[in-house]
């Protein structure tokens, strides 16, 4: 069997590459190319990893004949198109749990340098000055942090800041309140977060939930002077609102690595009061540059060897033999996963899936991964089917799979039950005809397929329902592509899935809602 060949098409650590050597990988380093250059060479390699200069795009995906993986020295995977990828057939996986300690580090320096005004202290003393009375700082101890996002590392941060005998708070919906004591935080709601919190730090992913997570409204939420860092990601803060918030002093500071628009050659920020700047260097240490590399090494070597996959972010763990039999079923479970994710707003302590009829005979855990990353994806877009059950147990999520041989209506049918704060949730769905379809939900029957956009509806089943509804669309210009109906009995508790042509805006969410007789109104994303 000839030796699998490996490009190294970025910088990366000598260390990295003795491990390609060791395992019996060919290595070749090439940096520097250009995209002309790797179409040329990409159809020799079977692996190729990056970091983030080099831009694994569709054309270079097309020539690359032999290529099995693709490895990102990093968390990041902006600059590859994982759709081309995944329709080559080619895995694509990256660390990223590699930097967690060098980021939190650098959320703490952050804080640090907030509090103690530094970066302009020291502006001041190299200019020749010596103004001890302009920079009046504030202690860290015994002050309270605020974490949005107690991941992992969330929670590396909140154990440093409680090491300088700070109290920590944390908002994350699915955060458990035992994982919470492990971690020595107190959980508590985002508007009791901002309310209490001298400092914020951010650490959690940008998904349509996190998107300007720190609105206008909520920074008018937070205390008088309250300090705010953000090493996570651009969008999680409304830039333009917390300038203002740092003109009028509600804002005591704020230290930023990441930005909407990156390179941020300019930004509304600059300038600021107290506002502190680095260039996206949260994985900026030796440390975390080695750990990275020693981690895609190793993963592209066992992938290449074995066949083993870790930390993919778009293969499931599948044998060839099982793939015809799962692929529709996987596919069922991640879309029933992401409709109970939609649908569920409070802390998640538990999620149980159940497989009933054929399904049951199958191998349960790539659905299982499918299901929970779906279902965890609306608050955390990295996910996939490979981190989703670490990051159930990593959150104190308890996750149960159950089996029974015969379905009562359907040959096959998976029911995902997610238990919440607030009680349980459920949502079942089969394959009919090859398409994963919704088939119950709040216990009604229903038979709906998955659109990329949909409407939730739960009403009162009551004339005129469904004419005020199409009216509102047909006023909004959204066509209705699919509509499926479900109830208890007349006049009883009913629901509409409605499959729609184009994105509902919040304004008309609103309208749905103010309905008479309605409920609860969503849109969903599939």
């Not at 490895?71 to 990828?85: E, L, S, T, Y």
């Not at 939930?209 to 205390?223: D, Y």
């Not at 990353?373 to 089917?385: C, K």
Request: aromatic content about 4%; some cysteine; charged content about 20%.
């Amino acid at each position: 069997m000839p030796m699998p060949r490996v490009l190294i098409a970025d910088s990366l650590s000598p260390a990295a590459i003795e491990i390609f050597r060791q395992r019996g990988v060919d290595a070749d380093v090439k940096t520097g190319l250009s995209k002309e250059d790797l179409i040329k060479v990409i159809g020799d390699y079977d692996g190729l990893v990056v970091r983030s200069d080099t831009k694994p795009n569709k054309d270079v995906i097309a020539a690359a004949t032999n290529l099995k993986v693709i490895g990102r020295a990093g968390i990041g995977v902006d600059n590859i198109d994982i759709p081309a990828a995944t329709a080559a057939g080619i895995v694509v996986m990256n660390t990223p749990f590699g930097n967690s300690i060098t980021t939190a580090e650098h959320a703490i320096a952050m804080m640090f340098a907030l509090a103690r005004q530094m970066p302009a202290a020291d502006a001041s003393t190299q200019a020749g000055k010596w103004e001890k009375s302009r920079f009046m700082g504030v202690e860290l101890y015994a002050k309270t942090l605020g974490l949005i996002g107690a991941g992992n590392i969330g929670g590396i941060v909140a154990d440093r800041a409680l090491g300088l005998k700070m109290k920590v708070v944390a908002y994350d919906p699915f955060l458990s309140q035992e994982r919470a004591q492990e971690l020595g935080v107190e959980k508590v709601e985002l508007d009791e977060l901002l309310a209490r919190a001298d400092i914020i730090t951010l650490h959690t992913p940008l998904t349509d939930k996190t998107r300007n997570i720190l609105s206008a409204e909520n920074l008018a939420k937070t205390k008088k002077g309250v300090m705010i860092v953000n090493c996570a990601r651009g969008g999680l803060v409304d830039e333009a609102a917390l300038r203002a918030g740092l003109e009028s002093g509600h804002i005591g500071g704020a230290g930023f690595d990441v930005f909407v628009t990156e390179p941020a050659k300019e930004n509304v920020l600059f300038g600021a009061p107290n506002f502190v700047a680095t260039p996206h260097l949260g994985a900026s240490t030796n440390e975390a540059q080695e750990n990275v590399a020693l981690q895609v090494a190793e993963q592209i070597s066992d992938y290449l060897l074995t066949g083993a996959v870790t930390n993919a972010l778009n293969s499931p763990s599948v044998t060839a033999e099982e793939a015809p039999r799962l692929k529709p079923f996987i596919a069922l479970a991640e879309k029933l996963g992401a409709f109970a994710g939609q649908m569920v707003d409070f802390g998640i302590k538990a999620i149980d899936i159940a497989y009933e009829g054929d399904v049951a005979e199958l191998n349960a855990k790539p659905m299982t991964a499918a299901a929970l990353a779906g279902v965890m994806r609306p608050m955390l877009a990295e996910i996939n089917m490979v981190s989703a059950p670490a990051v159930a147990k990593e959150r104190g999520i308890t996750v149960s799979e159950s089996r029974q041989d015969d379905s009562p209506i359907y040959e096959s049918l998976i029911r995902i039950t997610v238990t919440t704060e607030k009680g349980k949730r459920s949502f079942a769905g089969s394959v009919l005809a090859g398409t994963p379809r919704v088939v119950e939900v709040k216990g009604m029957d229903l038979d709906s397929p998955f659109s990329p956009t949909m409407l939730y509806v739960n009403n009162l089943d009551k004339p005129g329902f469904i004419g005020n509804l199409g009216r509102l669309l047909a006023e909004a210009d959204v066509n209705i592509a699919t509509f499926n109906l479900g109830r208890v009995s007349a006049g009883d508790d009913a629901i509409a899935l409605v499959g729609v042509d184009q994105a509902p805006s919040d304004e008309l969410i609103g309208k749905i809602q103010a309905l008479p007789h309605v409920k609860e109104a969503r849109a969903l994303r599939f």
